[in-house]
């Protein structure tokens, strides 16, 4: 017979592991929008054959709200510390 203090620790793993794939998936999807659409500004800067390379602009400025984005995906996870001055944070309100 399965403890019912396992069962929670099974269940609260599989909640971690279920938000940390949406976040790899929901990643992906930003960097794959991040290469297609910044790939066509550059294509359109070639073709345009313009001296100053303007796609710098939002390589760079996309580029550190997805890099952000990537720190959020695969950083550190929060220590259980944290996690239960969150939870009591969140008992307060």
């Known amino acids: 017979m399965i403890d019912t203090r396992e069962l929670r620790q099974h269940e609260n793993l599989r909640e971690q592991a279920v938000v940390r794939l949406r976040k790899k998936h929901d990643f992906a999807a930003h960097l794959l ?3 297609m659409v ?4 550059v294509l359109v800067w070639w073709l345009t054959e313009v001296a100053f390379f303007w796609p710098i602009f939002p390589l760079m400025g996309w ?3 997805l890099g952000f984005h990537a720190w959020d995906t695969f950083g550190r996870p929060p220590t259980e510390e944290r996690i239960h001055r969150e939870m009591e944070r969140l008992r307060k309100e």
Not at 38 to 41: E, F, G, P, T, W
């Open 33 to 35: 929008a991040y290469v």
């Open 38 to 41: 910044n790939a066509m500004l």
């Open 63 to 65: 580029g550190i709200g």
